[in-house]
């Protein structure tokens, strides 16, 4: 079966490998280096669920079992009903 992007209908994929924010219950967690399959038109990203499972249980073992993370970083954090 071919694959086809549910977004622009196109069928011309490539494997990347990409950055991840995972947001839970205002929290987050950036993953590098997730392969994903793109689109080569639109740029949609298509996960496998075993990558999203490792992810999701990486997230609470960071958040819930206190397992460190590679590093932190800072991240600022705006309203855009107060932008000027």
Known sequence: MDKICSFCGNKNFRDKLVQYIYRCEGRFLVVN??????CEYCGEQYFMAEVLRKIEKD???V???SKKSKYEVSLPV????ELL
């Open 33 to 38: 280096n997730v392969p994903c399959e793109e």
């Open 59 to 61: 997230f609470c073992e």
């Open 63 to 65: 958040y819930y079992y």
């Open 78 to 81: 705006e309203d855009f009903t």
